[in-house]
């Protein structure tokens, strides 16, 4: 079995944090790109490679005898152990251990020195204290101060509250995350888009409370329109093998299920209320196909796999970007039995959010607003669309050509389809480009510093500029030699003064056009044409030497 080369790339990123920055990284795959086998390379590498021993956490069972399966079948000459009460295992000799957060931190103390502790599924780790991970940590600490922390997630934001990296967290930066756009692009991912449903629901007035809406206030606004809802999802559903539905609450999640029945649908319900044995029962029916339809409430957001999904209806709305990504997350999942999948969204999450592979996490108590409306509803399908399109990617529908800016945005228009890359790109031409040494501004005189690349016209007026990491380490500097090799022959310098140097005079190759995406804050550069790679080397007035230690712990 071969890494998939995000999944390399993950790997290697995260190392070279590691040697470069203090504290403890985070890895950002989106659901459905591999977590697992990511996350049993590093467990082979610090066991095999480097004779160390790892500590791998989680919240729930089912995802500890994932892992133990995913490090066997990939690793099997790396000694594995349980420690979990509800398994039944109390295994802590061995090189790597996976254990229950609950477990582990109720029993800590009998555990000897780890170096490395991987947490998969690491947005649970709650903000105050960092809870019983933290606990677990300070104890670790104790017996191997050198011991570090990786995190694992697809979500790199809580629930209910902010970015769970940063200052004052166990986890203090993203080593490397990958886009959920480019991996559906690449066919790592499958395809999604979006409807907005007739029967969405309006949210205003409803309170939110801990960061999320009062469930029962949520639950009384679906429940008036169930019926139609029910409805709305059996005719989008007619070409669809496998829907997944989000409820508002258990007597809602009960009336949909007994809607699609009355309808005579092969229907299942999942809720927290159900015995393990009854839920394990259900689930595999939906998996084997004896089941059409899977409705649940607050519960098969993560750690649920059925590849096969390829319609999600959300008739709930969350406040939490983590949730709304967890559940959309369900059909990204490549299959041979699908094409793609279709989210139908009743309660404005795609609004509220933004596409997936860019999702706002807002700070309301900043006063954050919703992003400048960039699509609008297809009138023949309701299909969520740019603003910029003419014509409906799904029914080929042509809108208005004399459509005004007020026209278009008065249709029912939401901040953002189901991707950012359904935008439409622009091409411009490149006459002049511009290299400068970089630092951000009030940034720390030791900070590392960028090259500031500014592509312009003819006239010398700026088109765009981004900014190449040559003096950062991690997946900064990975990125940064990446764009370097498709331009230069010759590896790329190590200080921003030599890498000004080298372009000012010729030494890589210059690009012609570049294709940028408009629909953000600030264009993006998403492709270029590039001229000739030159052939012979051209050295900078400084050398500088560098090297790295093989172990990063």
């Known amino acids: 079995m071969e890494l998939r080369y995000y999944q390399r790339e993950a790997i290697d990123a995260t190392y070279e ?52 399966m995913t490090i066997y079948r990939w690793y099997p000459t790396v000694p594995v152990g349980i420690y979990s009460a509800g398994l039944g295992r109390r295994e802590i000799e061995r090189a790597c251990v996976i254990a229950g957060i609950q477990s582990i931190a109720a029993n800590i103390d009998v555990f000897d020195a780890f170096d490395i502790v991987l947490v998969d599924e690491c947005h649970r780790i709650p903000p105050d204290g960092e809870g019983r991970y933290g606990k677990v940590m300070e104890a670790l ?8 922390l990786i995190g694992l997630t697809a979500t790199p934001y809580r629930t209910t509250s902010g970015r769970v990296v940063g200052d004052g967290h166990i986890l203090h930066g993203i080593s490397y995350e990958a886009n959920v756009g480019k991996l559906i ?4 991912l499958s395809h999604i888009s979006a409807k907005a449903a007739e029967a969405s629901v309006d949210m205003q007035g409803v309170r939110i409370v801990g960061g999320e809406f009062v469930a029962a206030e949520m639950e009384d606004r679906f ?83 059925a590849a096969d999904i390829d319609m999600i209806c959300l008739l709930r709305a969350t406040v939490s970007p983590g949730l709304y990504y967890q559940m959309v997350g369900r059909g990204l999942r490549i299959c041979d039995l699908k094409a793609d999948c279709r989210i139908v969204d ?8 933004g596409p997936i592979d860019a999702i706002r996490v807002l700070d309301r108590n900043r006063g954050d607003e919703l992003a400048e409306e960039i699509v609008k509803i297809c009138p023949m399908c309701r299909e969520l669309v740019s603003i910029a399109l003419r014509r ?11 459509e005004t800016e007020n026209e278009r945005h008065a249709a029912k228009a939401i901040a953002a389809p189901i991707l950012s890359s359904q935008a439409k790109p622009e091409k411009c031409k490149v006459d002049v480009v511009d290299y400068k040494v970089h630092r951000k501004y009030g940034a720390d005189s030791n900070a590392p510093r960028t090259m500031r690349v500014t592509y312009m016209t003819d006239k010398g ?57 408009t629909s953000g804050k600030y264009p993006e550069i998403i492709k270029y044409e590039l001229g000739p790679i030159p052939s012979k080397q051209v050295k900078p007035e400084t050398t500088t030497d560098f090297s790295w230690e093989d172990i990063p712990f």
């Open 185 to 188: 692009d690449e066919g790592y």
């Open 141 to 148: 600490q104790g017996k191997n101060s050198k011991v570090r």
């Open 17 to 68: 944090w590691m040697k470069t920055t203090k504290g403890n990284p985070c890895i950002v795959l989106p659901t459905g790109a591999g977590k697992t086998p990511v996350l049993a390379t590093i467990v082979n590498d610090v066991v095999n490679r480097w004779g160390g021993r790892v500590l791998v956490m989680s919240h729930v069972k089912e995802l500890l005898e994932q892992a133990e």
């Open 392 to 402: 409906c990617k799904a029914c080929q529908f042509e809108f208005p050509q004399n």
């Open 223 to 305: 429940a008036d329109t169930v019926g139609q809802a029910v409805m709305e999802c059996m005719q989008l559903a007619v070409d669809r093998k496998k829907i997944l539905v989000f409820g508002a609450g258990v007597s809602h999640a009960e009336d949909i299920a007994d809607l699609l029945r009355d309808a005579n649908q092969s229907v299942g319900l999942i809720t927290g209320e159900m015995s393990d044995r009854e839920r394990s029962k259900t689930l595999g029916a939906f998996r084997s196909g004896a089941l059409r339809w899977l409705v649940n409430v607050n519960v098969l957001t993560e750690g649920f796999d």
């Open 346 to 353: 009743f309660g404005d999450n795609v609004r509220r959010h």
């Open 461 to 517: 007026i700026p088109i765009a500029s981004e900014w190449v990491c040559v003096e950062h380490g991690g997946f900064a500097r990975i990125k940064a030699e990446q764009w370097w090799q498709k331009r230069c022959k010759f590896p790329m310098p190590l200080t921003v003064e030599d890498a000004v140097s080298i372009c000012e005079q010729g030494g890589i190759a210059e690009p012609q056009e570049i294709t940028l995406k």
